[in-house]
């Protein structure tokens, strides 16, 4: 992956494009993200031009020069999109040949029919974590919801027993778990190893979704009963189909590229030795976009063509995957502007100065930055994005597992206490048929609980590692 290094940031903190003190840069940035949070709350501003204009008013109250302040903005986004849009590209792309093919409606029905009563809840998490590893998280919800209320309404389970593990796994995967586009952007923007961050983001992952999955259901069932929303019982995808992939073959094409970014990870940390043909083999096909294109291809077969895809409809479903990721791309554009803005003014100086001055942990600094972001405009992605150009000069002097702890504990921070500014809120609100009161005892804490959770584990990690 294109990414920062450490020198790069180290060199763009030292010769910022404005003189402005601390005081100044402080102020500036305040502003900045006074204008980006007002823009997408206020005046329901699209968030990609909310970035742009903040970044561009961000150099303004800076005092940098609004040519060198476009040119830092534009830099950041060429780099950011050369960086992870192709990834995103590839992620959608697997997406929907998992959905459209009936992959993840056969990955659903095969591990329900295994599971019953009190293994349920269970059940869901693992199929909502599976499922969310190449989709966006409000594709998987679309995919899950008429699993979950069909689920609930026929075994007479509690909504929320049933709902909350699956909505816990896909939000676990898309705030920690690469290729998910707010995890890719930290990674780029602080500059950490790839497949380091996954193998300690799944440490991280399995056991928050369990406390915030099938734990904190028990919990939810009793504080909300509400029936299944018999309008919301929605076709499922595959239900058109004469055939569907098998359930080994459409596991081992989703956890592909997984494998082989973890194995990259494990034989550099193993091995250690660039001329070593092992390694630079596995750095190969290790790598993202290596990692990603081939499961996208062994995906052409394993699942498009598995069921029954004429090469028409596997082109056609390729080009309907691209088209919904225009505004996400965009976003992520957007943002690594707004990063490469708050690093060539010098913020990171700041940053680092306000660190040792107040003797904050930078875990936590980087896990609160992140909250304040997410609980001001609603917006993981936006939080995530924002909160890794404030602290990527933190990652200066980390060791390698340090700066992918410092992606995850951003990760963590982007996902906290989901409320009414944040478009999630609503979609799981009326996909559930729960009132604002209801969706907040449920939805938002659940979000709150994998947020904090996470977070202890990333700084237990901090210590052992």
């Known amino acids: 992956m294109t ?33 980006i949070v007002l823009l997408i709350t206020k005046f329901k501003l699209h968030a990609f031009l909310a970035l742009t204009i903040g970044s561009l008013a961000l150099g303004a109250f800076a005092g940098a020069p609004l040519d060198k302040a476009i040119s830092s903005f534009s830099t950041g986004l060429g780099n950011t999109v050369a960086g992870v849009g192709v990834l995103i590209a590839l992620g959608a792309i697997l997406g929907k040949l998992l959905a459209d093919s009936g992959g993840a409606d056969q990955i659903v029905d095969t591990i329900l029919a295994k599971a019953s009563g009190r293994a349920m809840p269970w059940a869901m998490v693992l199929i909502a974590s599976i499922i969310g590893l190449p989709l966006f998280f409000e594709v998987g919800i679309v995919l899950l919801i008429p699993v979950v209320l069909l689920v609930a309404k026929r075994g007479n389970y509690s909504l929320m027993r049933i709902g909350i593990p699956a909505l816990a796994g896909l939000s676990v995967m898309h705030g920690l778990i690469p290729p998910h586009p707010g995890p890719l ?18 440490l991280v992952a399995i056991p928050t979704v369990i406390i915030a999955g099938p734990l904190f259901s028990k919990y939810a069932a009793r504080w909300v009963d509400v029936p299944v929303p018999e309008k919301m019982v929605l076709q499922r ?6 055939r569907r992939p098998g359930f080994g073959a459409t ?36 790598s993202p976009l290596i990692a990603l294109l081939a499961a996208v291809l062994v995906g052409l077969f394993t699942l498009g063509r598995a069921a029954g895809f004429t090469k028409d409809r596997l082109s056609s479903t390729v080009e309907k995957s691209l088209a919904p990721i225009a505004g996400v791309l965009m976003i992520v554009g957007a ?9 060539d003014v010098g913020v990171g100086q700041m940053i680092l100065d306000f660190s040792e001055d107040w003797a904050i942990p ?12 997410r609980l001001a405009t609603g917006s993981a992605t936006v939080a995530t ?4 150009g404030l602290v990527a000069p933190l990652a200066a002097d980390m060791s390698t597992s340090h700066t992918a702890l410092l992606v995850l504990a951003v990760g963590a921070g982007s996902l906290f206490f ?48």
Do not use: C
Request: zero cysteines; charged letters at 10%.
């Open 362 to 373: 930078t875990l936590l600094l980087a896990w609160l930055i992140a909250v304040a972001i």
């Open 335 to 343: 943002g690594g502007g707004f990063k490469q803005t708050l690093i």
């Open 237 to 242: 995808p595959s239900e058109d189909l004469e």
């Open 251 to 286: 596991v081992a094409t989703v956890m592909l590229p997984v494998v082989l970014m973890l194995a990259k990870a494990l034989v550099d940390i193993v091995v250690n030795d660039p001329e070593n043909v092992v390694q630079r083999v596995t750095d190969v096909i290790g």
């Open 3 to 35: 990414s920062l290094s450490v020198e790069t940031l180290a060199a763009d903190a030292v010769e910022p494009i404005t003189s402005a003190g601390n005081g100044q840069l402080g102020i500036a940035v305040l502003a900045g993200i006074a204008v």
């Open 418 to 465: 989901s409320h009414v500014n944040d478009a999630g809120f609503w979609l799981v609100k009326e996909y559930f048929g729960m009132d604002v009161g209801q969706t907040v005892k449920t939805w938002s804490v659940m979000e709150t609980i994998i947020s904090v959770v996470s977070l202890v584990f990333v700084l237990l990690l901090s210590l052992v590692l």
């Open 385 to 388: 994005i924002s909160a890794a």
């Open 185 to 202: 952007v930290a990674i780029d923007a602080i500059g950490a190893n790839l497949g380091v961050t996954l193998a300690l983001g799944v």
